[in-house]
């Protein structure tokens, strides 16, 4: 048994989102916590479990067809520093499955403003961020070739509990 795979099972603490066909063999991603700054991200599909290590801690996890090819892809919120923006922030790394693997999509540094929270919604990436002079935004993003392109604001310059309403929405 590939060591991969014992690994996937063995691990206790487990979330599990995104099962979906893929060419008529189901996958699903989940993401293992092994410490309070280190996870697995893991793909399981009929005949294999691969994993992807995120040595960060993660503010939020969901699966979905972001860029429209009928398959989820995994999209996970970290925390950390880019080589541009040298301050922790939270990102966006989207992950697919390739053939079975785990493979990054796209690993963002940023979108538009600083990212407080994101979620999943009818295809986009709807996002909650707060702009330069403290106020609040909510975005939608769309996939575009090679990463999210700005589609439209929700809110822009508004209170965080009027931010917060529009996002859940």
């Not at 106020?135 to 769309?142: D, G, L, M, N, S």
């Amino acid at each position: 048994m590939p060591k991969s795979r014992v690994c996937c099972r063995l691990l206790a603490v487990v979330i599990a989102a995104g099962l979906t066909t893929v060419h008529g063999r189901a996958q699903t991603f989940g993401l293992e916590q092994v410490n309070d700054s280190l996870y697995h991200l893991t793909l399981t599909t009929d005949s294999t479990c691969e994993k992807w290590i995120l040595p960060f801690p993660i503010y939020r996890f969901c699966t979905g067809d972001v860029n429209g090819d009928e398959t989820d892809e995994a999209i996970v919120g970290v925390v950390k520093a880019t080589r541009f923006f040298k301050e922790k922030g939270r990102r966006i790394f989207i992950f697919k499955n390739f053939r079975g693997r785990v493979r990054p999509l796209w690993m963002g540094s940023r979108l538009g403003g600083t990212l407080h929270d994101f979620r999943l919604k009818d295809g986009k990436i709807r996002s909650l961020e707060t702009t330069g002079n403290g106020y609040f935004v909510v975005a939608e993003y769309k996939w575009s070739h090679f990463g999210m392109r700005f589609e439209r604001f929700l809110a822009k310059g508004v209170t965080r509990e009027r931010a917060d309403t529009i996002f859940n929405e």
